[in-house]
Nanobody, 125 residues
Framework: QDHLVETGGGSVQPGGSLKLSCTTS????????IAWFRQRPGKEREGIAS????????WYGDSMKDRFLISQLYFKNTAYLQLNSLKSEDTAMYYC??????????????????WGQGTQVTVSS
């Protein structure tokens, strides 16, 4: 599996929660940076959080840490994004990306060379 697969999206009411998963092969996952981005309609891809798989060091985009939490299960080659207190403006396609080695600044989609197909999150009453 030389690509990333996101799951866990869906429709939820405002205030609800979702947990997204991003999984890939062991070769892709080990010693890499896995990041979550989202893309809202008409907007650029926006960085949410990233994690360096070797030591679980994490980074968050501006104002993302308040409600979102990135984590991993190293031996399952899977990174997660917990979305809490969801708002309508969180409606977007959520993607995970991967780059080899450390996570780097700035938090830019251009730094990642592999992507999943995305999972849709819709927040609506």
């Amino acid at each position: 599996q030389d690509h990333l697969v996101e799951t866990g999206g869906g429709s939820v009411q405002p205030g609800g929660s979702l947990k997204l998963s991003c999984t890939t092969s062991e070769a892709m996952y080990r010693d890499s940076c896995i990041a979550w981005f989202r893309q809202r309609p008409g907007k650029e891809r926006e960085g949410i959080a990233s994690i360096y798989t070797s030591d679980s060091a994490t980074w968050y985009g501006d104002s993302m840490k308040d409600r979102f939490l990135i984590s991993q299960l190293y031996f399952k080659n899977t990174a997660y994004l917990q979305l809490n207190s969801l708002k309508s403006e969180d409606t977007a396609m959520y993607y995970c990306g991967r780059r080899p080695g450390y996570c780097v600044a700035p938090f830019s989609a251009n730094s990642y060379d592999s992507w999943g197909q995305g999972t849709q999150v819709t927040v609506s009453s």
